[in-house]
């Protein structure tokens, strides 16, 4: 059961209308940031798709933008054969020890 849940999860992508809402209401990024209490920066990641939010930042951001949360952020179908981009990269420092794990924002 755990590999067909993880397929049906890897089928989808979470897409989200958070700039489009934000610039509708004419509301700057930092105003936005202020409202939910994260940075600009969590608040440009969150709007290029490269951070998913946790459902609470998600649920705050959705009252602020004035929007039911399955509005601002939505599954989109991935198209067959797309590969899934990785969120987590693996290092290791410089002595060579044990791997850190550092997020891939790209």
Partial sequence: ???????????????????ELRERLQMRQVDLA??????????????KGRLKPSVLLGLKIARVLR??????????RRPLGQPRAPALARRTDREGSEPSAVWDFS
């Fill in 1 to 19: 059961m755990d590999a067909q849940r993880v397929e049906m999860s890897d089928e989808f992508t979470l897409k989200n209308r958070v700039k």
């Fill in 67 to 76: 929007e039911p949360v399955d509005y601002v952020f939505f599954l989109e």
């Fill in 34 to 47: 202020s409202e939910v209490g994260v940075t600009r920066q969590t608040v440009i990641a969150i709007e």
